[in-house]
């Protein structure tokens, strides 16, 4: 993509609300990490308050996917989730505007050796990210390690997308429009580290059917196996989390079932995989997102 451009029509009126946001946002991003992490439980608490039918939806995703936990575990999940959900405001801003010294304060990358071993036999690499909500301050996490390339889908406010993009651009290489899937082919056959998302219901075309968690039939994407298959590269997870000083990505060794023709059988590994990294750190991942949104036409009903 074309990297947006800054414009003299930014200082009109309409934009001086998003002027005043990020300028609060960036205030606040200069205190103590501890406060921010007391500023995040209180946007959580605000979040639950506001955003009662997003909180419905995890809550449903949650009796989903763990049909044999207790109703108070689950909601003693709720709550953790609404937690991670309101720092991942802040560390929006702070992945887009913190120092590169205050970065590697609070960041860890464990495993690159797997991604670099790839690299250097001339292959790239496919970084299958799982979608947690500390995906912005571990994307510039992962890109001082060594930058990346990524899909990138424009926000709809030219200013918001102008700090968006240079935002998420800061410590990685270029930024893919999300339906420019030869871009990324080139990318990978090139060597470099290329993010995908292979955990979100992409609608019924091109995806197949396939368990996640308890959810027997999940819109599972079928582009993973495309990525994999048609270009030069190697498959690995790699995975946002937290640690005890702060964010941690995880890389994982390769993953040799992409290669699968089966789609199938592929893919019900990989959710399972998916599954696994996600009850690491259940709290942290995209719960308010309507996962299972798409049926199979035989259950045509929703699940929410």
Known sequence: ??????????????????????AILYIITWLPYPVIKLLGRGV??????????????????????????????????????????GMALFETAMGWWWPTWRVRR??????LDHALKVLKSGKGVFGLVIHNVNIEICCRIIGLAHPCVAFYRKHNNPLLDYMQYHGRNRSN??????RNAKALIRA???????????????GKNQSVFVPFGAVEKTATTTGTLMFANRANCIPMFITPQYSEKGYKVKISAPLPYLADNQAEAALTALNKDIFALVNEQPDGYLWMHKRF?????????SLY
């Open 188 to 202: 990978l056959d090139e060597g470099e580290i290329g993010l995908y998302f292979p955990d979100q219901d992409y």
């Open 106 to 111: 609070i960041g860890e990358v464990e495993g």
């Open 173 to 178: 290489k270029y930024m893919i429009h999300k």
């Open 293 to 301: 949104k798409t049926r199979p036409d035989d259950e045509p009903a």
């Open 44 to 85: 959580g608490k605000l979040i639950g308050l506001l955003a009662s039918k997003r909180v419905n939806v995890a809550r449903r995703n949650f009796e989903l996917v763990y049909p044999d936990w207790t109703p108070e575990q689950r909601e003693q999940l709720v709550k953790d989730n609404l937690f991670r959900t």
């Open 1 to 22: 993509m074309m990297a947006p451009k800054f414009s003299w029509r930014f200082f009109l009126p309409k934009y001086w609300l998003v002027w005043i946001g990020a």
